[in-house]
Antibody
Framework: QVQLVESGGGVVQPGGSLRLSCAVS????RTWGMHWVRQAPGKGLE????????????FHADSVKGRFTISRDNSKNTLFLQMDSLRGGDTAMYYC???????????????WGNGVTVTVSS | EIVMTQSPATLSVSPGERATLSCRAS???????LAWYHQKPGQAPRLLIS???SRATGIPDRISGSGSGTEFTLTISSLQSEDFAVYYC?????????FGQGTRLEIK
């Protein structure tokens, strides 16, 4: 069964950095694009970033562009989200999710992890 | 950016009855790249529908999606206890991918 397990969350001060990881098992990671989606406490879903299966293209939401960077290591079946210059508005549950189309250009998300909490506070 | 607007914000329906949720896109989704998810408290979202009307694996046929262009509908016939949740529509036609604000489906 496909599993996505996020880690690396925690409490960080404004202006600080965190690196989230998403370990993937039981599917051919290197042939699927991956997303990060976040959800602020009590709020709706916000798409954050997408990376193609081979890392050749990346897309980021305007709200995180220039501060967050999505990346992947296909040899380790792991997805990353480097988060710099963190702000209070970045406080959220962060989910990694698998793209729905093999070798696709960014579509719906058909498998989700359980999420990891990021809190930005002084 | 394509803005997705869902209505109503909250829908109260009795078990066994039908629920109809709406989603409107601010621009025409020519390829009908529209997905629906539901999310129960404390859980991750779950994909229900992609391509406006294709059910995801394991989704019962009492859940159906319809619509095209800018107007889309999720229908749940004969509501079961596990259907009471928050529902989100999402467009993946263009960057950035955007979600609606959600519809809370609650027990009447």
């Amino acid at each position: 069964q496909v599993q996505l397990v996020e880690s690396g969350g925690g409490v960080v001060q404004p202006g600080g950095s965190l690196r989230l990881s998403c370990a993937v098992s039981d599917f051919n990671f290197r042939t699927w694009g991956m997303h990060w989606v976040r959800q602020a406490p009590g709020k709706g879903l916000e798409w954050v970033a997408f990376i193609r299966y081979d890392g050749s293209s990346k897309f980021h939401a305007d709200s995180v562009k220039g501060r967050f960077t999505i990346s992947r290591d296909n040899s380790k079946n792991t997805l990353f989200l480097q988060m710099d210059s963190l702000r209070g508005g970045d406080t959220a549950m962060y989910y990694c999710a698998k793209d729905g189309y093999i070798r696709g250009w960014g579509n719906y998300q058909d498998v989700w992890g359980n999420g990891v909490t990021v809190t930005v506070s002084s | 950016e394509i803005v997705m607007t869902q209505s109503p914000a909250t829908l109260s329906v009795s078990p066994g009855e039908r629920a109809t949720l709406s989603c409107r896109a601010s621009q025409n989704l020519r390829r009908n790249y529209l997905a629906w998810y539901h999310q129960k408290p404390g859980q991750a979202p779950r994909l229900l529908i992609s391509g406006a009307s294709s059910r995801a694996t394991g989704i019962p046929d009492r859940i159906s999606g319809s619509g095209s262009g800018t107007e889309f509908t999720l229908t749940i016939s004969s509501l079961q206890s596990e259907d009471f949740a928050v529902y989100y529509c999402q467009q993946y036609e263009d960057w950035p991918i955007t979600f609606g604000q959600g519809t809370r489906l609650e027990i009447k």
